[in-house]
């Protein structure tokens, strides 16, 4: 809505010019702090559409999105902005670091993450150590489903059961 009403700054000037009733005038600076804080809250937006979209599981998206939103906010913080709006992008920093502080220790998310094939390691996670303990997990996971599949199936079979990587059980993701 506000983005809508940047782009009709010269309707809304042309129509307020020329209206018989006493509107309230909207100065060039408060223009110029609308589009900046419209530049400040599109990453919100963007994500939202992205985590909106019904053709894809989201819970792979919302490690990423995460840090992504921290380091847009990260770096917007260094920008120019006129004071009402460092104020806002400064306050959104704050609120997105307490909000999706422990995010990147959730192993549920992290496994999502790394089985999600839009996403490489490095795009995923800060580090390689993250990705391996994660990696580690998921085979640990894995080869225990396929060792009760075995034992439950065919007690008497040939197979033989998986090796574990590591015992892990908790892991930090970034």
């Not at 100065?27 to 985590?51: G, H, S, Y």
Request: charged share 20%; aromatic share 8%; net charge negative.
């Amino acid at each position: 809505m506000l983005e809508r009403f940047a782009e009709l700054e010269d309707a809304i000037r042309s129509a307020s010019a020329l209206s018989d009733k006493e509107l309230p005038t909207i100065a060039p600076q408060e223009w110029r702090m609308i589009q900046q804080l419209c530049q400040a809250l599109k990453p919100f937006m963007d994500i939202t559409k992205v985590i909106s979209g019904e053709n894809y599981t989201t819970a792979s998206l919302v490690i990423v999105m995460a840090c992504g939103l921290t380091d847009t906010y990260s770096e917007h913080a260094k920008e120019q902005f006129c004071g009402a709006v460092r104020n806002v992008v400064s306050f959104l920093l704050r609120g997105i670091e307490e909000r999706f502080q422990n995010i990147k220790f959730s192993l549920t998310l992290a496994l999502c993450t790394m089985l999600d094939a839009r996403f490489k390691k490095k795009i995923a996670f800060a580090s390689e150590a993250p990705a391996e303990n994660v990696k580690k997990v998921l085979i640990n996971q894995v080869s225990q489903m396929v060792n009760e599949y075995i034992a439950t199936t065919n007690s008497t079979s040939s197979y033989s059961t998986i090796q574990h990587v590591d015992d892990t059980e908790t892991c930090s993701v970034i």
